[in-house]
């Protein structure tokens, strides 16, 4: 969408540009489904999806009906009716398979994320003498950083030595994909894999995926992603891209709930190679689980990397909002994605306008296929008071120190008013 044809107007004609869009959006309807925290009675803007999705109105009802199933029927749970809780993660498959790009059974909720990035990495990180390296970027997200270097280091590697890590050029924020691609040819010998977010959490920053896995794998060596800001959020097609495992978290954009469920993919390619695994019993063989007998033998796909009898609660939840996702198309999330992020592009462009300099600079790339629903806006001066300004105006982002907002606005619950409203209280204030 082209913003430059509104920058001729009034607040109050943007207001009523910004209003007739939500009367307009296809998907004006989903923001019902939720619940918007309110502040003395009134629903805050929060654009803080990236950090923690919204709690769809259904998730109550799912956990409840979870809960009069063990009420009623206690162990017996495991095995009863259509949807028992021993095939429980199916119902989630087929949602889960639409968010990332993949077939149903290359994916499969379970653990939790930081969990599941170690368990890939037994799988996926085979070392050998000559190619030991893990290619990664650098400033990743803390828990990815601390689950390389610790796994590095039980490997018995040295993560200084064995670990590269990409960074922007000098004086800039976004990693450039010629940089990642050279970085992965210059040391195609030594590395194993290449693990890395698929979008950067600080800067917003989608990784171009699919050339970097081509570059990869044209070299032999294997590509994951962690996709906890970019699943349900950006467009993804894991398995035409060849990835060879992604992990994920649920509470961001799937809106899932806090800590809820985690999920993986593992490429088909590899459903029946006799890579190592680190196994529990709910990974093995559904038919014949029960019989307790020695020697793992897995499920089929993804769900053969599962370990532990799953927390049927936070899949209730998980099911409940991917039923969301399901129904308004992630596709066409995405479009509204594009135009809500494009239009707080657009408001803080003005602002900056009006400023007459700089005030705001955006480090997410304007390119709207490398980012998702999140902005990163760094204010070198009076960035902790603007953000309070923000908050004291009901609306919720979130600060990084030293000098970085990070705005998420998200299509199944936010408007292009709330975007307006963003724009007339930064504007206001500077
Ligand atoms: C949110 C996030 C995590 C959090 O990991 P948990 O194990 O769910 O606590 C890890 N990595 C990235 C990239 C994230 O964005």
Redesign the pocket.
Known sequence: MNYETLHSLSPQELHTWALQQDQTDPLRAFRDRFFIPEREGKPLTYFCGNSLGLQPKTARAAIDKELITWQNHGVEGWFEGEESWLSYHRCCQQSLAKVVGAFPEEVCPMN????N?HLMWASFYQPTPKRYKVLTIAG??P??QYAIETHLKFRGYDPAEALIEVSPRVGEYIIRTEDLLTSIEQNADELALVCM?GLN?YTGQVYDMKTIAAKAHSLGILVGF?L??AAGNVSLQLHDWGVDFAVW?S??YLNSGP?GV?GVFVHEKHHHSNMIRLAGWWGYDEARRFEMTKGFVPMNGAAGWQLSTPNIMALAVHRASLAIFDEAGIENLRQKSEALTGFLEFVIQRVNLRAGYEKIRLITPIDPVQRGSQLSLLIDEGGKQLFDKLVENGIIGDWREPNCIRLTPAPLYNTFEEVWKVGNVLGSVL
């Open positions: 939790h994320l930081t969990v990035l990743d997200f828990s990815d977010s959490y962690d906890a800001h978290c509470y961001k800590g985690s």
